[in-house]
C-alpha cells in the first residue's frame, strides 16, 4: 500500500544552518513525490517534485531533494536557513494508476535568530 | 490566470446550519479535490473529482456532498453543520494523464468555524 512517512513533526535551525527535513516512502509502483510548503493561513504551494527525470531535483527558494530508490527517501534540504522559510512542509506520493496523492502529516520549520 | 479560487474567505455556521464552499479554477484542470485541514494536521480528502460529472469520496466524506457539472466548479455542500466539521478547506485541481502525474494546484483555503 501507499504511504508517506515525514519524520519530526517539528524542527528548529538557526538562521543560516542546515535545512534537513525527512521524507520516507512506500509505494509498489515508480512514484512521483513532491513537497509542498503552506505558509501561515495559505494554501499549498509546490516547492519540488520528483517525476523520474533526474534523481536531484531543484526547487524554489534554494530548496532541493535527492530521490533515493534504496532508501525510499525524497528528504528536502536547503544549505542555509532564512527566516522567511519558517513554514509547515508537506511531503507528497503519486502514481500514474491512481487519482489521488497522498499528503504526509507535516513538518513545522522554525528558524532561530 | 486566477488559478484555484475559493470563496467565502471565513464563515461562522451554527449547529444545523447548510452552506456551499465555492471553488473554481481555470486552468482547464480535469481533476479537483477537496481536503480539511485540522490545527495541527495533516491535510484529508474529503472528496474528488476526475471530470465533469463524476466524483468519488475519499477518506472523510461523511456529512458532505459534492457535484461537478462543469469543468471550472467544484462546490462542496455541508448540509447539517457540526462542530467536529470546524477546519480549513483547501480545494485544488490537477492535469492528470495517463502514465504521468502533475502538481496539485492549491486554493487559498476557506476558514469554517462551526458553533
Known sequence: AQSVTQLGSHVSVSEG?????????????????FWYVQYPNQGLQLLL?????????????GFEAEF????????????????????????????????????GSGTRLSIRP | NAGVTQTP???????????????????????MYWYRQDPGMGLKLIYYSVGAGITDKGEVPNGYNVSRSTTEDFPLRLELAAPSQTSVYFCASSYHRPSSYNEQFFGPGTRLTVL
Open chain 1, 17 to 33: 544552518a542546515l535545512v534537513l527535513l525527512r521524507c520516507n516512502y512506500s509505494s509498489s509502483v515508480p512514484p512521483y513525490l
Open chain 1, 68 to 103: 533515493k530508490k534504496s532508501e525510499t527517501s525524497f528528504h528536502l534540504t536547503k544549505p542555509s536557513a532564512h527566516m522567511s522559510d519558517a513554514a509547515e512542509y508537506f511531503c507528497a506520493l503519486g502514481e500514474s494508476s491512481a487519482s489521488k496523492i497522498i499528503f
Open chain 1, 49 to 61: 517534485k520528483y517525476t523520474s527525470a533526474a534523481t536531484l531535483v531543484k526547487g524554489i527558494n
Open chain 2, 9 to 31: 474567505k471565513f464563515r461562522i455556521l451554527k449547529i444545523g446550519q447548510s452552506m456551499t464552499l465555492q471553488c473554481a479554477q481555470d486552468m482547464n484542470h480535469n481533476y
